[in-house]
């Protein structure tokens, strides 16, 4: 993509209005702007980075046996009323009433939608288990939407739904996705800590967390400190095998954000304990019955008796993501794009569009990157360098090449690797070579 055609309206001042650096950051490179409170459009830099941690979650979804399914954002309010929600969810709800009179809501979460689904189709035993996701816009009127899209009204959530037989077989359901969340989490650069939560009032284990550390998180959060060096699983993890003994490894560490943490009963001598703040980026929850009892979602068992059907949710706060990256991931020029995040690999910076030479060589570079399947911004803009360079710096593409016709005389080219800062001079087709080959 080339700079001089790519709407990329980034800020040199710092705007009043954003409290942390997530959103600061955001909003000067041009990522998104605010449609009303709460509510964002997304620009192409940011679209982009939204799009890949939306394929990251997709993809370990997937992996771990989750079919995708799309729901609307619109629902009608008759569910929520079979549940018992309707009216308790209360102010965070947006209602709507459509032309005929009928009350709608603009959905917060999928509960109601998702047991409606199955216990019209699914009838059996045989039929179980399925998990189902869909990566879907919500909206909640939160009381003080805040920090960007941390805490939005209207934010992108992937969030799916268990449906099992038995207990023992929600729980493999849930240790599923307790797995195939630390690998999502670790897939963006992001080390996110389960968190014991509440569970509501059917009790158990089985309701976690995940959190993030960040200075700026809403929650203070407190941790063995040996879970900083617990292993992710990797890409060899067998989803329908045994997955307890690494659930159980995770969380037989002590770890508690502020509401569930109690500093006189903490098991954990004070030498031991680490504490800071994290923002939550998940949330993995079994709730038994509580919904497929009101609304009747059951199944016929073995021996022809019907069977309410067990229910776990699952939910990972997609556009606040995003900001977690940007909070875990900067410096004072800028982000710093983890790999599989970044909107783009590289940037590539003419920095004489006057000299003749030093433009063929970066139109030449650029055509090669490109044709190699390197994803590259190409800064072909009539600018000072200086300008340019610190533009790149904000954007946080994690590589940056710099031509300028100093370095041609010499036949270099200037890579510069954003987050070490390291800087290495390599002939154009060294360069090329570099990210042509090598991920
Ligand atoms: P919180 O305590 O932060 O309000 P929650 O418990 O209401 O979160 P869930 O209902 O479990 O959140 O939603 C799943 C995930 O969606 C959360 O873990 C979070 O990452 C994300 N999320 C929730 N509310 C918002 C919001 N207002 N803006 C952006 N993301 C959100
Ligand atoms: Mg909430």
Redesign the pocket.
């Known amino acids: 993509m080339r700079l001089s055609r790519y709407f990329l309206p980034t800020l040199k001042e710092t705007p009043a209005e954003a409290e942390v650096v997530s959103h600061r950051l955001m909003l000067r490179a041009g990522m998104i702007r605010q449609a009303s409170s709460?509510i964002y459009s997304w620009l192409p830099l940011g679209l982009k980075v939204l799009q890949n941690i939306e394929e990251i979650v997709r993809r370990e979804q997937l992996r771990s046996g989750a079919q995708e399914i799309l729901m609307p954002t619109i629902q009608s309010a008759d569910l929520w009323i079979e549940s018992g929600r309707y009216e308790d969810y209360g102010a965070e709800m947006l209602r709507i009433t459509d032309r005929r009179g009928r009350e709608m809501l603009y959905g917060p979460?999928n509960e109601e939608l998702i047991t409606d689904i199955i216990r019209s189709d699914i009838k059996s035993y045989r039929d179980l288990p399925k998990n189902l996701f869909h990566i879907q816009w919500k909206f909640?009127d939160?009381i003080r939407?805040r920090f960007g899209?941390?805490?939005?009204?209207e934010?992108l959530?992937k969030?799916n739904y268990s449906f099992d037989l038995d207990e023992a077989a929600a729980r493999h359901s849930y240790n599923r996705m307790f797995v195939a969340y630390l690998r999502t989490f670790q897939a963006m650069g992001l080390r996110a800590f389960p968190m014991r939560a509440d569970s509501g009032p059917i009790g158990g284990d089985m309701s976690h967390?995940f959190l993030v550390l960040a200075e700026t998180g809403?929650s203070k959060v407190f941790f063995h400190k040996d879970m900083d060096a617990l292993a992710i699983p990797g890409d060899d993890v067998d989803y329908d095998g045994d997955l307890q003994p690494i659930v159980d490894q995770w969380t037989s560490l002590y770890a508690a954000s502020d509401e569930q943490h109690d500093a006189a009963n903490c098991p954990v001598a004070a030498e031991d304990l680490n504490s800071g703040r994290g923002i939550?980026?998940?949330?993995i929850?079994f709730f038994g019955t509580k919904y497929s009892k009101p609304m009747g979602a059951v199944v016929q068992g073995p021996g022809g008796d019907e069977i309410l059907v067990q229910m776990g949710s699952y939910?990972?706060?997609v556009?606040?993501l995003v900001a977690a990256v940007i909070e875990a991931s900067h410096d004072e020029n800028g982000i710093i794009w983890p790999e599989s995040v970044a909107p783009f690999r590289v940037g590539l910076m003419n920095l004489r569009i006057d000299d003749a030479g030093c433009t063929a060589a970066a139109d030449d570079l650029y055509g090669k990157l490109q044709a190699a399947g390197v994803d590259v911004l190409y800064d072909d803009r009539d600018e000072r360098a200086g300008a340019k360079f610190s533009r790149m710096d904000l954007i946080g593409l994690p590589w940056q090449i710099a031509v300028g016709p100093r370095g041609l005389k010499d036949g270099i080219v200037e890579v510069k690797n954003r987050a070490t800062g390291e800087r290495i001079d390599l002939s154009p087709e060294d360069a090329l070579a570099r990210f042509a080959t090598a991920k």
């Open positions: 709460g979460t909640r939160e939407p899209v941390m805490r939005g009204r934010f959530m969030d967390e809403e939550e980026v998940g949330h929850f939910g990972i706060g556009s606040r």
